[in-house]
Nanobody, 125 residues
Framework: QVQLVESGGGLVQPGGSLRLSCVAS????????MGWYRQAPGKQRELVAG??????????NYADSVKGRFTISRDDAKNTVYLQMNSLKPEDTAVYYC????????????????WGQGTQVTVSS
């Protein structure tokens, strides 16, 4: 079982950048695929970016809406996954969550029974 804590959200102007962090504890982080998700008011939670474990090749997957603007990365030595968000738009406003699983397909499907508190990202002038 992995415990996750997200941080790094805030208020940023359109065109600005933020870097989110998700620190994991409780298990062998390097074995897990990781995902960043977001949920805007009135909308379903969606996958923003995912990354498989290094041993599985470190494959990444991005939502079309963030390709070229967001980058997921991981530091297994620090048990941390990051989401670098550039060229932020008002439509990126949401609560951002991370999650972890041994199964890469499950990361892509966002099929989780529990979520952390997330971190709020607000893009507004």
């Amino acid at each position: 079982q992995v415990q996750l804590v997200e941080s790094g959200g805030g208020l940023v102007q359109p065109g600005g950048s933020l870097r989110l962090s998700c620190v994991a504890s409780g298990s062998i982080f390097s074995r897990y695929a990781m995902g960043w998700y977001r949920q805007a008011p009135g909308k379903q939670r969606e996958l923003v970016a995912g990354m498989s474990s290094r041993i599985s090749g470190g494959t990444t997957n991005y939502a079309d809406s963030v390709k070229g603007r967001f980058t997921i990365s991981r530091d297994d030595a620090k048990n941390t996954v990051y989401l670098q968000m550039n060229s932020l738009k008002p439509e990126d406003t949401a609560v951002y969550y991370c999650n972890a699983d041994i199964s890469w397909p499950r990361i892509l499907q966002a099929d989780f029974g529990s979520w952390g508190q997330g971190t709020q990202v607000t893009v507004s002038s």
